[in-house]
């Protein structure tokens, strides 16, 4: 790691990870620093942009969205235009939760979250109204094996 995550900030950091509920009196005691200390730690990784945000994780299963579609995205329009209009659609779009710009063979890939297959359907055909695409498959997940949001700090 490079900066200011010395060992001390890294366990804070896997910490929040792990538990950003925790009180910086639980924080504090867990990295063994004073609970002043290790309030301004947590600023400055703040402040440095070692952390973009706070956010509650929540049950998609019992929020009625247990579909998870990897999409797939080919097109042979590359200009800016059409990045930017299709940038516009998937900020727009509550079901896209990632999209990437890939390298390879696929152009783009999009995480989306829904109902069901016709919530999918739903989604696709809003899509192509949207930004005209060459190619557009979905696989859709049948069992989730990994999925974090904690970063291999110990790799960093």
């Known amino acids: 790691m490079s900066g200011k995550v010395d060992k001390k900030n890294q366990k804070i950091l896997e ?3 792990s538990d950003v ?3 910086i009196e639980e924080l504090a005691e867990s990295v063994s620093l004073s609970r002043n200390a290790c309030w301004r ?3 400055a990784l703040e ?3 070692y952390i973009l945000r706070k956010v509650a994780l929540l049950n998609p299963d019992l929020l009625g969205l247990p579909l998870v579609a990897l999409v797939q995205i080919r097109t042979n329009q590359h ?3 059409w990045l930017e209009k299709f940038r516009q659609a998937v900020n727009e779009m509550p079901e896209v939760v990632t999209a ?3 390298s390879g063979d696929l152009d783009y890939m999009l995480r989306i979250r829904v109902n069901s297959v016709a919530g999918y359907d ?3 055909q809003r899509l192509i109204k949207r930004v005209p695409m060459n190619d557009v498959s979905a696989s859709f997940v ?3 094996l990994k999925d974090t949001t904690e970063l291999p700090l110990d790799q960093a």
Do not use: K, P, T, V
């Open 100 to 102: 990437w710009r890939m």
């Open 15 to 17: 910490s929040l990870q």
């Open 122 to 124: 739903a989604f696709y």
């Open 79 to 81: 200009e800016q235009g």
């Open 47 to 49: 402040n440095d942009g």
């Open 142 to 144: 049948l069992e989730e």
């Open 21 to 23: 509920s925790l009180s």
């Open 41 to 43: 730690r947590i600023r």
